[in-house]
């Protein structure tokens, strides 16, 4: 071999070096810059969830309890009262000249009852002494009884228009929020109709969160035999309820339409940050297990269900579906999918696709 042939090589070969280091360098400069994290066990709770509703712990009608035309109206709808706070006046013109009434008619009763009474006495010194028959004196006495009654049930008239006279202001029965009235100023309300219907008063501090589970997760949940359950509360717009409620009630039968178990959670609600009506998201808490969670930003979906990225061996980006649980925090718990050891990657999601080289930042 030659000088010529020889300088010939060694020039190939040295070009065929710098391909391969370009090519590689290309290679590095393409992977995407990924964070992941790393999967290990750790414990997280034991959570049921379901879609519920708010109620108010105390929910009561105002209804005008005598006839009377209705006078003011002392509060302002909406606004929060105390119980014994009055809330709407009705006239009381009529029902004072009932009380006259009555109070008259109980004179005239205490009047005859004296009568009576001095009637016996006389009459029964005259029968002692055998000036009048026997009998003319156990009139007198049945007389005496007779009055005796009357003037009872006069004195209950007196006490039945004196309630009626309290009647005329209505008051809140308990502490709550007002609703909107039903009736306006100058209206003629009537016991027993629907006119009698005012307002309606809610107390909404502790407030009551209604749900129901399944026959399979009841049958799990009193499986783990707690006495009260934690209940956490999750709000319309995505954000935690600060604080947390008990179970304050189960129902004791299933319900036959829906396979189901009514329950109920009373929760604190000092600021009325939930109002009755809303529907949330509840969470009951059943202890603690064992499981994988990811990072909720790291979950992605697409027509056969939610997916992440993983990072395969050789440092590729590889997806991968998974079945996930309930929510821990801003974590998905991990049914079915993935396993401990695993890497996940958590940003820059966007730009994978299957087989992409990706470059670790930082890893969890």
Known sequence: MNRMTIALLMLFAAS?????????????????????????????????????????????????????????????????????????????????????????????????????????????????????????????????KQALAAAQLAEARVRQSELNLSYASVNAPIAGITGRAQQSIGSLVTPGTDSSLLTTLTQADPIWVRFALSETEYARLRGFDLKNPEVKVELPDGSRYPEPGRLNFSSSSVDSNLGTVQMRAELPNPRLQLLPGQYVRVQVVAGTQQALVVPQSAVMQNEGGRFVWIVEAEGKAAQRQIKVGSWVGDDWVVLDGLKAGDTVIVDNLLRLRPGTAVKLQGKG
Request: aromatic share 2%; glycine share 6%.
């Open 16 to 144: 065929g070096c710098t391909r391969g280091d370009a090519q590689q360098k290309a290679a590095a400069l393409a992977a995407v810059p990924v964070s992941a994290v790393q999967l290990a066990p750790k414990a997280v709770p034991i959570v049921f969830e379901a879609v519920a509703r708010t109620e108010g712990s105390k929910e009561v009608q105002i209804r005008a309890r005598v006839p009377g035309t209705l006078e003011r109206q002392l509060y302002t709808e909406g606004d929060t009262v105390k119980a014994g706070a009055r809330l709407f006046l009705i006239d009381r013109a009529p029902l004072e000249i009932d009380l006259q009434q009555a109070r008259a008619s109980l004179a005239q009763e205490r009047a005859r009852q004296e009568q009576a009474q001095q009637d016996l006495e006389r009459l029964k010194g005259l029968a002692d002494r055998r000036a009048i028959s026997q009998r003319e004196a156990d009139q007198a006495a049945t007389g005496l």
